[in-house]
């Protein structure tokens, strides 16, 4: 796979998508009662990549979403579906 150099609309896009789910990653992570450390030890990451996610400097792979997924114990569609 060849990296593709993002142009500034992409860039932003991807910026805003990843805040975006920041924001639904946090709201879940809460309304289940975890801290990030919990989260990231049931889903197998370090600490820092949830709050990082959060923050919106890293956005997930579909791997990484599944995980995340089952260890907030919801429908990888409960979690992705408020992206739309």
């Known amino acids: 796979m060849v990296n593709k150099?993002?142009?500034?609309k992409e860039?932003?896009?991807?910026?805003?998508?990843a805040k975006k789910f920041g924001k639904?990653?946090?709201d879940a992570r809460k309304k289940a009662g975890l801290t990030q450390e919990q989260l990231a030890d049931r889903?197998?990451?370090?600490?820092?990549?949830?709050?990082?996610m959060?923050?919106?400097?890293?956005?997930?792979n579909l791997y990484s979403l599944t995980k995340i997924a089952k260890a907030l114990n919801i429908?990888?569609?409960?979690?992705?579906k408020k992206l739309d």
């Open 5 to 8: 150099v993002l142009s500034s």
């Open 11 to 17: 860039k932003a896009e991807k910026e805003i998508f």
């Open 24 to 26: 639904i990653l946090s």
């Open 43 to 52: 889903a197998d990451f370090h600490r820092t990549y949830i709050g990082f």
């Open 54 to 60: 959060e923050q919106g400097v890293y956005s997930p």
């Open 75 to 80: 429908k990888l569609s409960d979690l992705v």
